[in-house]
């Protein structure tokens, strides 16, 4: 099993934006679906982003829409999370994982390999 490697967390102020990154060994993210997750305090790690194998499909969950963008690399080596708009509620370690499947999928199941995982803490 391939274990990602995130990076790219940090404190920021309500409104503000940060670009998580996951990195791969070879070039695994040409085949698989990478997604990431998400999981605060207390509460259970939640899949927020999506993207396919070839990179041409993405998805996101609701509370996200609008302000989070993943993305691959040209070279598909690569995964990233733009974040803006940044809101308290967003604060949470941070994980990237990848789906077999290639299909960018929602569904937490999906997915393996997580990485140790970055933190994002927002300040109101």
């Known amino acids: 099993q391939a274990r990602l490697d995130e990076s790219g967390g940090g404190s920021v102020q309500a409104g503000g934006s940060l670009r998580l990154s996951c990195a791969a060994s070879?070039?695994?993210?040409?085949?698989?679906?990478a997604g990431w997750f998400r999981q605060s305090l207390g509460k259970e790690r939640e899949i927020v982003a999506s993207?396919?194998?070839?990179?041409?499909?993405?998805s996101y969950t609701d509370s996200v829409k609008g302000r989070f963008t993943i993305s691959k690399d040209n070279d598909l080596t690569m995964v990233y999370l733009q974040m803006n708009n940044l809101k308290p509620e967003d604060t949470a370690i941070y994980y990237c994982?990848?789906?077999?499947?290639?299909?960018?999928?929602?569904?937490?199941?999906?997915?393996?390999?997580w990485g140790q995982g970055t933190l994002v803490t927002v300040s109101s």
């Open positions: 994982a990848y789906s077999r499947a290639g299909v960018a999928t929602l569904s937490g199941s999906a997915y393996e390999g």
């Open positions: 993207i396919s194998g070839n990179g041409e499909v993405t």
């Open positions: 070879g070039r695994m993210f040409s085949l698989y679906a």
